[in-house]
């Protein structure tokens, strides 16, 4: 089968009519009508149906529509690659990443299949608070970020899930619940509790307080940690207890234990973010492999997740 073929075919499918489709691929109608009529001979089914005002799929040809585009797709990127050695050039995409995200194993386990899927881009990572990363990725700094939800500025943004991570309670190994299956929230007022600065992540902080306000509890006295993800090390250091999102709690030292919290109304969500008015064509190859990946990686069980 003949790669023209596709694309006339293509052509066709998509303008919905066999003159339309001859004058944007600027060959004559009935030289296109007889190619059609050959490829429709070569797989053995009709691929359009006739109609009095144009064309339409097939069964058949819906099938081959849908195999075609992706095969072409594939074939023009390759070509592009080729250029691109022979020029000597190579893509590059800034890549983000809000402070508590840089040491989940699912992050880092999509970025690796990104850069296994393209390996002709240059990924340029970059770590920022949310707020400062949202407004990055707005001016168009950034390419693609992975943020941390709930977060006030993200509704500027597009973004796709990538997995839920459930609040957990981090205390100290000597700790009375240590060695306790789960606790509730109302049993942690007699602790200091480890907070985050609210600058680093103001919708996450407002609503972990409020979480926390719900359940009789008043942190306004908690300590606070440079970032979320050095909570638990301070919680080793012996100043209190925390509340931190489970994607943290995956190697953490002997000297603090994880707990799970039965009533705990909070739930982060990390995503992959980009600005919706992004459209070079680097970034979306990656968002398009990035959702194939997230798919993937949502049905095989990350070690250390």
């Given amino acids: 089968m003949e790669l023209r073929y596709l694309r006339y075919f293509v052509t066709v499918a998509e303008c919905q009519h066999f003159t339309r489709a001859a004058e944007k691929l600027g060959i004559a109608q009935p030289p296109l009508s007889q190619q059609i009529k050959k490829l429709e001979q070569e797989v053995g089914v009709p691929l359009f149906e006739r109609l009095s005002r144009g064309v339409a799929l097939t069964p058949a040809g819906q099938v081959l529509y849908d195999d075609a585009v992706k095969i072409l797709a594939q074939l023009d990127h390759a070509v592009q ?14 890549l983000g990443f809000a402070s508590s995200t ?3 194993q699912a992050v880092l386990e999509l970025v690796r299949r990104l850069q296994q899927s393209h390996p002709d881009i240059d990924f340029q990572p970059i770590e920022l608070p949310m707020p400062a990363l949202v407004e990055t990725l707005r001016q168009q ?3 693609l970020a992975f943020l941390r939800l ?16 459930p609040f957990k309670l981090v205390v100290p190994a000597h700790h009375a619940f240590a060695k306790q299956q789960s606790v509730t929230l109302s049993q942690l ?10 600058d680093i992540g103001p919708g996450l902080h407002d609503a972990l307080v409020d979480g926390l306000k719900g359940a009789g509890l008043t942190p306004s006295n908690a300590s606070l940690a440079p970032q979320l993800h050095s909570a638990t090390a301070m919680v080793s250091a012996g100043f209190g207890i925390a509340l931190v999102p489970e994607s943290l709690t995956t190697q953490l030292s002997d000297h603090v234990a994880v707990v799970s919290v039965e009533d705990m109304p909070l739930v982060s969500h990390v995503v ?3 600005q919706r008015t992004n459209t070079a064509r680097v970034v979306r190859q990656c968002i398009h492999t990035a959702r ?3 798919e993937r990686l949502a049905s095989e069980p990350v070690a250390g997740d």
């Fill in 81 to 94: 690659r080729v250029k691109q050695v022979a020029r000597g050039e190579r893509n590059q995409l800034r």
């Fill in 102 to 104: 840089v040491v989940s």
């Fill in 141 to 143: 700094d950034v390419d």
């Fill in 150 to 165: 709930p977060c006030y500025a993200s509704e500027h943004v597009a973004h796709t899930p990538l997995f839920s991570d």
């Fill in 189 to 198: 007022g007699h602790d200091p509790i480890i907070l985050f600065p609210r």
């Fill in 272 to 274: 992959l973010a980009w």
């Fill in 292 to 294: 194939e990946q997230i």
